[in-house]
């Protein structure tokens, strides 16, 4: 009975398998990081822990660790990159579900951080966790492992990515416009915006890192562009069908407000079409690397449009 | 009448006009960077440019600037910097007007940002202007100017100031146990973390960047400490003594929120003593620089415990 409703239990299973064994490589780095911070007060540190280990799917430190070994690089010299990536997300993250914000009382079935702290921490356990990536990227003992101007144009990428003119002006124009767009061009600047750029910058941003020529760049822009779109095309689709359960939020939540979404624009089928093309368009960028080397990016482009949270 | 009140007239007027005219040379830097800024969604970029051009001393780019001029240095390679510090000034400013936190609806006489737009746009306006400053500092047209290497430690230092070890986490004692501490070293502690870091890294920075020797960032960094405390014990002296016109707030809240200040714990004149102590430790550690070139740092620390506002 259960199985009708699901995709094929031997595909999801792979593909839970492949990200829990990615999610695995990724926590113990993030884990270790953290308990080096010592020097936070006490309930700053607490509100930060709370949010950084409450269950994501690191889906942006998998992105770079994946970029890292297609480029055949060692991947414990990344460490921070990917620990900044993920701290600049949950950022986001707390920062969104503010009161004056989204007002969400839950995330990934938990209390948000305002809920389960209060305001005010949750605002500085936001704050803290940007500057902490900025200081994570700088820090002497992971920027000697590259070229000081990579690590430059590394920080200023991801700036650029996560600050006014990415990331946070996205998140300006959702909560002003949110309704009031009414093109698939409109929805699409938005979430390049909001989603896609911080998507985008984890898989180029250790090939900055690394010093990687402007082809390998460009390939990996392209796959990083699409599937930061495909990731939020399929999001609006969960939000129409996804199970309350599985995404640990409430369903349909985008309709009751009236939001614009890709099903809206597109209908449901027409979403699921794009959200496919833009995982194709991705792999597709990605053609010219070893077959085996590339795998692991492949089955996260499938996992971005086919994820059941 | 009037002038019985005040400090003598002259001394106060060359005060001002020192302050004006170091003033009159930061405003058109800033003014520069941010008319460049076109592409940030209009109302976060109108929020941001009113917190940012709403009157304030630019204390931390001028002492920066003064820096520059001690080091024998050209200013205008330090242009990103100065806009940096300032940026992320601001943003402390607006994030701790936040209903959440202080719950002020003035500053520097006029409406605080979430007053003038709403509490979502002060937020991304903080979150921007916060991630700008990185931007700023790791730009390739700045960068070049200085070695890499010199760059990178300047962004390290400047984030660990700013971040959860530095003002952030100062900010979060102020909030969840600002009328608790009992000794002046639990509220030097404080305001170490909260105002100082990042008073003495607007001093330190350039020297970073300039990849000044061990000696001289010593020195800067007790002036930058100094003046850092200073600033904070004649802050507390003046929400005693202050005039709510000239500050542009009012006047007595810190007694009447309960919270422990330097007057309350050393009486007013021991805090007056103490704020000039810091001002002479200040100034005696610049002893070794040529008099006309320390001349402007002596006066920013005589001007830390002299001014109005």
């Given at each position: ?158 700036a650029r990515a996560a600050g006014a003119a990415g990331m946070v002006g996205g998140q300006q124009i ?24 911080l998507l985008s910058i984890s898989v180029t941003s250790p090939a900055l890192l690394a010093g990687s ?97």
């Open positions: 009975m259960l199985d009708t409703a699901m995709p094929p239990a031997s595909l999801e299973q792979s593909m839970n398998n492949f990200i829990e064994a990615q999610r695995a490589r990724i926590d113990p780095i993030l884990l270790r990081r953290f308990e080096k911070q010592k020097n936070w007060p006490q309930r700053l540190q607490e509100s930060i822990r709370y949010s950084m280990f409450a269950g994501g799917k690191r889906l942006r430190p998998i992105l770079a660790l994946s970029v890292v070994e297609l480029l055949g690089r060692d991947i414990t010299r990344f460490e921070n990159l990917f620990v900044a990536l993920e701290c600049i997300h949950t950022y986001s993250l707390i920062h969104d579900d503010l009161p004056a914000m989204d007002n969400d009382d839950l995330r990934r079935g938990l209390p948000t951080n305002h809920k389960k702290f209060d305001e005010a921490t949750a605002i500085l356990a936001g704050d803290g966790l940007l500057t902490f990536a900025f200081e994570l990227l700088s820090e002497p003992d992971f920027a000697r492992m590259f070229q000081a101007e990579h690590v430059l144009r590394c920080v200023h990428q991801i959702d909560i002003s416009s949110g309704s009031t767009l009414d093109s698939e061009k409109a929805l699409e600047e938005l979430h390049t915006l909001k989603t896609a750029r020529h402007a082809a390998i760049l460009g390939q990996l822009s392209q796959y990083g562009d699409a599937i930061g779109l495909a990731f939020q095309v399929y999001d609006d689709i969960l939000n129409v069908v996804g199970n309350p359960q599985d995404m640990g939020k409430a369903a349909g939540t985008d309709e009751k407000m009236g939001k614009t979404t890709y099903p809206k624009l597109l209908g449901l089928d027409g979403a699921r079409a794009r959200a496919k093309d833009l995982c194709a368009k991705a792999k597709s960028a990605l053609a010219t690397f070893p077959a085996d080397r590339r795998r692991p990016l492949e089955r996260l482009a499938d996992f971005i449009v086919e994820r059941i949270k």
